[in-house]
């Protein structure tokens, strides 16, 4: 089992900056990559990037490339997602994911945190 926390999110005007927090916790974690995806009203969570704990590869999706980056902190257990240039379209719940590979597909993340809210408006 892995068990994700998620902290940060909130209200943002749009050119705002935030940063989302996911703690994790449980089994080796050295064995599995972490992603970020999020959610908006009607639409289906959508990858938006993955860090492998081992050697900190790193995939965004295009919409983001340059705006958002992912970090992790391995003595904290800890991934970050970095998020620039906010936008108000990228409104949406925010969700941390576990997975063993490598991979921008919803369908092979094991463990998800809560999720969190990232409002971007004026």
């Known amino acids: 089992q892995v068990q994700l926390v998620q902290s940060g999110g909130g209200l943002v005007q749009p050119g705002g900056s935030l940063r989302l927090s996911c703690a994790a916790s449980?089994?080796?974690?050295?064995?599995?990559?972490m992603g970020w995806f999020r959610q908006a009203p009607g639409k289906q969570r959508e990858f938006v990037a993955v860090i492998s704990w081992s050697d900190g590869t790193t995939y965004y999706a295009d919409s983001v490339k340059g705006r958002f980056t992912i970090s992790r902190d391995n003595v904290k257990n800890t991934v970050y997602l970095q998020m620039n240039s906010l936008k108000p379209e990228e409104t949406a719940a925010y969700y941390c994911a576990a997975s063993r590979t490598l991979s921008s597909k919803r369908k092979l993340y094991d463990y998800w945190g809560q999720g969190t809210q990232v409002t971007v408006s004026s």
């Open positions: 449980g089994r080796t974690l050295s064995n599995y990559t």
